[in-house]
């Protein structure tokens, strides 16, 4: 089966700077890849995914990249913010019938103000 | 935008009760999931659903059941409810295999 590893497990960062995390996959068949954000308190959130048919992906301060070569996937942020603080869980899939997302253990960013 | 509700955000159940866990998603998804997150293991698949009636194990059912009826709702279902079942449990829905989730707030059960 698959097999998605986040690392390290944290990650500080100043206010400002930027921040890349970045995913490990296992399945060559993995062909989607989204990133979760999880407040404290909350759920997870999906922010940006994206599908093996592109290599980037933005979304105003954020983006992913990935490299379906070496089998990796990262997530950046530019410009960070004290709210950007939080658990980031990269995941990964593939298309067929009962699929399922695989995830990372998540990443805890600390933005420094 | 799609919501998924969990009826309860904090609950404090004692060893040996059946615990039922609800979760209600407004938007036709197919698929249904139940995780469980503790600290330094992540998320972690106990039982999830493509469709009505239908419920597959996923890596942790040991001690859980799941009720699916209807296609909108998915219980989570703790048989005899144990100390180490304390958790944050959290549900989740989706469109389609190969589609990202939306997932609840989260349910914090602690088992006294």
Redesign the interface.
Do not use: I, V
């Given at each position: 089966g698959e097999n998605v590893e986040q690392h390290p497990s944290t990650l500080s960062v100043q206010e400002g700077d930027s921040a890349v995390i970045k995913c490990t996959y296992s399945d060559s068949a993995s062909?989607?890849f989204?990133w979760?954000k999880q407040e404290l308190?909350?759920?997870?959130?999906?922010i940006i995914?994206i599908r093996s048919n592109v290599g980037e992906k933005k979304d105003q301060r954020i983006a992913v990249t990935l490299n379906k070569t070496a089998k990796h996937f990262s997530l950046h942020i530019t410009e960070t913010q004290p709210e950007d603080s939080a658990v980031y869980?990269c995941a990964a899939?593939?298309?067929?019938?009962?699929?399922?997302?695989t995830?990372?253990?998540?990443i805890t960013l600390s933005v420094r103000p | 935008d799609v919501k998924v509700t969990q009826s309860s955000r904090y609950l404090v159940k004692r060893t040996g009760e059946k615990v039922f866990l609800e979760c209600v998603q407004d938007m036709d998804h197919e698929n249904m999931f139940w995780y469980r997150q503790d600290p330094g293991l992540g998320l972690r698949l106990i039982y999830f659903s493509y469709d009505v009636k239908m419920k597959e194990k996923g890596d942790i059912p040991e001690g859980y059941s799941v009720s699916r009826e209807k296609k909108e709702r998915f219980s989570l279902i703790l048989e005899s409810a144990s100390t180490n079942q304390t958790s944050m449990y959290l549900c989740a829905s989706s469109l389609g295999t190969g589609d990202g989730y939306t997932f609840g707030s989260g349910t914090r059960l602690t088992v006294v």
């Open positions: 062909n989607y989204p979760y308190g909350k759920g997870p959130q999906l995914d869980f899939s593939r298309n067929g019938a009962n699929s399922k997302l995830f990372g253990k998540g | -």
